[in-house]
């Protein structure tokens, strides 16, 4: 790993300074308390009962012999839990335990406690369930031609579960005109998060009504909410605290069965129930990674300049709606941000199918489009006699823009990014250059800093911060925001101790809770640090100047002479300490003041004028670019990362050693899913539900990765900052499959690229046939007729 | 309270109930310097044993199979995995969990540089590979960034990568060499 070119503000103490993280100490010592840690007295255990099946009616459910083994409490099932939840409003479609019918294999039919888990496994052996098995549908293809039961009663024909179809700008004019349009289509697999940490929750029922979880989440405020509902109690009277996350990556993002099940038998109970799940139960709750059919269509001058661009997406949702709707319009977002397109066509579709949901995971919707655009766009630059650098240079979207889709670009370090990674590598002098077998490839995308619209609507804060402050100088921060191992902690205490000018030790924090009364939406959209932080600084800059305003009256000096230092109230312009940090708080406390403050953070209002202008607007991009550099085995099909430079603009780097931890671990999940993860199934079955056969990188697999640091400063960022955590894996993937066509002349238009498919595309090549591996037709959807959107004024023209 | 679920299930669809026995042991073992004695079933496993016995939560798992790594822990100073070692075969050894490998006081270097480095994220790979390459810096005192890879192979992490943690292997080794008497890690990098 190397990093160069992180600017340093001299005039900052902590941030953009290497600090370790603030939970460092816990982790590195086995003392930091994840879910199944945590200890209770008088604790029982749960299982679930999962379906064999895929598809199918339940018949009856027998516990008779399962309770009567000594040691088992209770056993309940979808009558207990008969108030559907979902973590969209217009996707209300789970039930904690099913009711009526089973939709994949791994679908939880009943729940078990008891004393201890052998005997709750044991017992469960013994619940039995009367099934009429119905055809399930494993394929998109499948579920679109089905005859038999739907999966859902009320979803749409064939199994269809969301449809859009958007329009901005002249596209039918930009591809008559167009002097080469380039069609191409692509396939990208389904994988999981596999967060090394499998679920775990702790539920407890007061017997005066209140109800606590305690649960390796990504987002208590939302599991609140879907407790209340599927067990009818008053938000007010259900708890959510996420305990230390062993990884997130999407996965934990929404309410999940072993929650709502651990709480309605904590309830039957009286008694803290814990259930957590074994990996094979983590990849049948999945909600990872769509697989996705991309369809994708453009215009250009024969400058490369692009003119229009046609995107069509078949997302394949698994059994249940999840995120599903976000999904799918997520699919159709980003492409406008990243590149001017002054014509854009959008037609996304999601389809059920009885396999265990898909949701979000890392990149969220986009990267299987944005394989597909990268890919692409190296074609085309092919096709016109360009270098892949130059035909992304050519077509960047500008800073301070509106695209045709109605997003706002604010802050935009895109060709920085490009040309920084462009000169690391060598890349030029490589591409094409290379010995064969050897070659390299170039990438790049965009992503959100945070959604700009909440997931139910509403129009309160994304996030509270509140800070209180008691006359031994503590400083006590109180969020819901919830680290997951990303350092969203960190970052909090970062900034408040910038502003008050105190160390990180001195910040107390309370965080991932949602009896804190300071809501935070949770880990997902890579919101934290730009809306959390945002939050943050609006507090402590309140406590700053309730504190100089307290010390200036007693001083008789005015506020604006005064800073916070290094735990000390100075003087700005001789940094010289007058007064030390508890004194100060002692005066301001005595002059009436009680030493609190709060900051709030809501975005900008950014949608668009249109359905489904909700998805995809945020207050500010993060950009990357990537080339990677790849050994091809010819006689294998191996394909070798050996070296990866990554670029990533996520405005100023608050913590470089930490942003280069996201990138890094950005950079290892996209070669995952590049080259050897895949969510399969082998007919209704997982092909290989464990740690061992769903192959992720290992240290040994891990190439070198270069981390350069682009530090645009963001005018809305808290400190200039923006994302990070999500953004660098999406230009991984392609800038693979690109790398590969240049060591071997062979494209792979399909995701992961294992040694088959490499030695397909070698073999039709050695057969003078197209050196292509991907696929041939697209799912036969109908989308709906397309909505017409006028372009916000000041979008590009053709 | 028991909440029960009744229908007529098919004579077919009947199953055995006769319940799990087993044979309980007596296992004497030394965890983190100190004698312990345990009783359990022939069954159980060192993971189980230190986690729900012992309290001794530090000590993670990812999969139960032995395939990621996360309950790895020294056994005579050797890794193992606790997942798939019988509590049985640690009859009068010597077990090491990450909270007997040093404290926040007195910390092992591996410990001072995984801080340092931002080596934990989640932190929940964390113990396991901290145990791992203390046995392989116990074993090989200066190796190369391969033979750090290598030994870290079995260990999975979803976070970082490795590169923080490879580099953070490779920087406690040149503490030891340097003779570092393991300084607490200043916030300063
Ligand atoms: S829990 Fe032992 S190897 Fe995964
Ligand atoms: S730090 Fe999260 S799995 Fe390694």
């Known amino acids: 790993m190397s990093s160069t070119g992180s600017t340093r503000t001299p005039d900052f103490t902590i941030i953009g300074h290497r600090r370790s993280k603030v939970d460092a100490w816990p982790k590195v010592t086995g003392r930091a308390n994840y879910a199944d840690d945590l200890p209770f007295a008088h604790l029982l255990y749960a299982r679930l009962l999962r379906s064999p099946h895929a598809h199918a009616r339940i018949r009856a459910i027998d516990a008779t012999r399962a309770l009567a083994v000594p040691g088992v409490t209770a056993v309940i099932s979808g009558a207990d839990l008969p108030v559907p939840y979902g973590i969209l409003p217009v996707s209300q479609d789970e039930h904690g335990l099913a009711v009526d019918k089973v939709r994949f294999v791994g679908d939880p039919v009943a729940a078990i406690a008891a004393e201890d888990e052998e005997t709750a496994d044991h017992a469960m052996g013994l619940i039995v369930v009367d099934y009429d098995v119905l055809t399930a549908c494993m394929t998109v293809d499948e579920a679109l031609s089905a005859t038999g039961d739907p999966i859902h009663a009320n979803g749409k024909a064939n199994n269809v579960h969301k449809r859009v179809a958007l329009e901005f700008g002249a596209v039918e004019a930009a591809f008559e005109a167009a002097a080469h349009v380039r069609e191409d289509l692509f396939f990208y697999g389904g994988s999981n998060h596999l967060a090394l940490e499998e679920h775990a929750a702790v539920a407890e029922y007061s017997p005066d009504g209140r109800l606590t979880l305690w649960s390796s989440t990504q987002t208590p405020h939302y599991v609140q909410r879907a407790l209340a509902k599927a067990l009818q109690l008053p938000e007010r009277r259900v708890r959510v605290v996420a305990s230390v996350i062993g990884g997130g990556f999407g996965g934990k993002t929404e309410a999940l069965p ?43 001058r024969v400058d490369g300049t692009l003119t229009g661009l046609h995107v069509r997406t078949v997302l394949d949702g698994g059994a249940y709606g999840s995120y599903g709707v976000a999904s799918t319009y997520y699919s159709g977002a980003l492409p406008p941000a990243t590149y001017r397109l002054p014509a854009y066509r ?87 250059r290379l010995p064969r077998g050897e070659g390299v490839g170039l990438a790049a995308s965009c992503y959100l800093s945070g959604a700009a619209l909440p997931i139910y609507w509403n129009g309160l804060p994304h996030t509270t911060v509140h800070i209180q402050a008691d006359r031994t100088g503590t400083v006590h921060v109180a969020c819901g925001a919830t680290d997951i191992g990303q350092g969203s902690d960190s970052v909090l205490a970062s900034l408040v101790a910038e502003v008050l000018g105190l160390d990180l030790v001195d910040i107390q924090l309370d965080t991932a809770d949602t009896a804190l009364a300071a809501v935070d939406l949770g880990s997902y959209s890579s919101r934290v640090t730009f809306m959390m932080g945002n939050a943050a600084l609006r507090a402590a800059e309140n406590l700053r100047e309730q504190v100089l305003c307290a010390v200036g009256r007693e001083l008789h000096l005015p506020t604006h002479r005064l800073i916070l230092h290094s735990g000390q109230v100075a003087l700005r312009d001789e940094r010289s300490p007058i007064m030390s940090w508890p004194d100060a708080l002692q005066l301001t406390q005595a002059s009436g003041a009680v030493l609190a403050a709060s900051g709030t953070y809501a975005p900008p209002p950014l949608a668009g004028p249109y359905k489904g202008a909700g998805v995809g607007p945020s207050p500010a991009y993060s950009y990357s670019a990537c080339v990677v550099h790849v050994n091809v085995d010819a006689e294998t099909g191996q394909v070798v990362p050996s070296e990866v430079w990554l670029a990533h603009d996520g405005g100023r780097a608050l913590n470089p050693t930490q942003v280069e931890g996201q990138i890094e671990g950005g950079v290892y999940m996209g070669l995952g899913e590049a080259l050897w993860e895949e969510q399969s199934f082998r007919g209704p079955l997982h092909a290989g539900p464990t740690a061992l056969d769903y192959k992720t990188p290992t240290a040994l697999d891990m190439p070198i990765v270069h981390c350069l640091l682009v530090e645009t400063d963001d005018r809305e960022g808290p400190f200039g900052a923006k994302e990070v955590g999500q953004g660098p894996l999406l230009p991984v993937p392609p800038a693979v499959a690109n790398a590969v066509y240049d060591a071997v002349g062979v494209r792979v238009d399909e995701v992961p690229i294992t040694p088959d498919k490499v030695l397909r595309a070698l073999d039709r090549q050695a057969r003078g046939q197209p050196a292509r591996h991907g696929p041939r037709r697209f799912p036969d959807i109908a989308y709906p007729p397309l909505t017409v959107v006028e372009p916000p004024a000041g979008a590009p023209q053709l | ?132 390459a203390a046995a392989l810096l116990a074993d090989n005192a200066d190796p190369t960034e391969a033979e750090v890879r290598a030994a870290l192979a079995g260990n999975l992490c979803r976070c970082t990568g490795y590169a923080s943690i490879v580099a953070a292997v490779r920087q406690a080794a040149r503490m030891v060499a340097g003779g570092a008497s393991h300084p607490r890690s200043g916030a300063q990098g």
């Open chain 1, 346 to 432: 959008f037609e996304g579709a999601r389809v059920f199918t009885n396999k265990p949901p898909c949701g979000p995971k890392r990149g969220h919707g986009t990267p299987q489009p944005r394989f597909g655009l990268e890919v692409l766009l190296d074609k085309l630059a092919e096709d016109l006699g360009l270098d892949p650098l130059a035909i992304r240079l050519k077509n960047l979207v500008a800073e301070d823009s509106v695209t045709v889709n109605h997003l706002r670009v604010t802050s935009c370090g895109l060709r920085a990014c490009l040309e920084r990674v462009a000169d690391a590598s060598g890349f030029l002098d490589k591409h094409r």
């Open chain 1, 258 to 300: 072993h929650e709502v099940a651990a709480a309605r038998l904590a309830m039957i109970t009286g008694r803290p129930v814990k259930c957590r799940l074994s990996r094979e139960e983590v990849f049948y709750s999945h909600r990872g990674r769509h697989p996705m059919h991309v369809q994708l269509r453009a215009a250009a």
């Open chain 2, 1 to 132: 309270m028991k909440s029960t679920i009744v229908a007529t299930v098919p004579p077919a669809l009947q199953v055995d109930d006769s319940a799990p026995g087993d044979r309980w042991l007596t296992v004497d073992m030394t965890v983190n310097g100190v004698p312990r004695m345990l009783r359990a079933p022939a069954h159980r496993t060192l993971l189980e044993a230190l986690r729900e016995d012992l309290g001794l939560t530090g000590t993670k798992h990812g999969c139960e199979l032995g395939e990621c790594g996360a309950c790895t822990v020294l056994v005579d100073g050797q890794p193992r995995l606790g997942c798939l070692t019988l509590l049985a075969s640690v009859e009068g050894r010597t077990v090491t969990t990450v909270e007997g490998l040093g404290t926040t006081a007195e910390p092992h270097p591996l410990q001072v540089a995984f801080v340092d480095r931002g080596a934990a994220q989640c932190g929940y790979c964390t113990g396991g590979m901290l145990l791992t």
